[in-house]
């Protein structure tokens, strides 16, 4: 068996951990999530680093938006409108008003 030098095992690992990143962002997005940033990195000694930041909320958004449209059209009066957002997680509830605009 081969013995790899320290830079040549390092870029080895860094080659698997980027494929391995790789597969997991192309898995996300199969399933609709949107790429917001990828390897983010805190500034600073001792700080992390995110791999992947993804958000599904763009299409649950224009999807919310589609239906409100659908419906206000049905209504003989626009009557005024904003987009909220109950999020909900273990027993903790947050409402976010005027979360987002119909763009």
């Known amino acids: 068996m081969q013995k790899l030098s320290g830079q040549e095992a390092l870029s080895t690992t860094k080659q698997k951990g980027d494929a391995a990143e790789d597969r ?6 199969a399933h609709g999530l949107q790429l917001v ?3 983010y990195r805190t500034p600073g000694r001792g700080g992390g680093e995110i791999d992947l930041i993804v958000t599904d909320t763009f299409t649950k ?3 919310i ?3 409100a449209r659908y419906f206000v059209l049905k209504l ?7 987009f909220d957002v109950v999020a909900i997680e273990g027993d903790a509830l947050t409402w976010y008003k005027a979360a987002f605009d119909a763009q």
């Not at 997991?24 to 997005?29: E, G, N, T």
């Open 37 to 39: 940033q990828r390897n």
């Open 65 to 67: 938006v589609f239906a």
């Open 61 to 63: 958004r224009r999807r």
């Open 24 to 29: 997991a962002l192309r898995h996300l997005q």
């Open 76 to 82: 003989a009066k626009e009557p005024p409108c904003r």
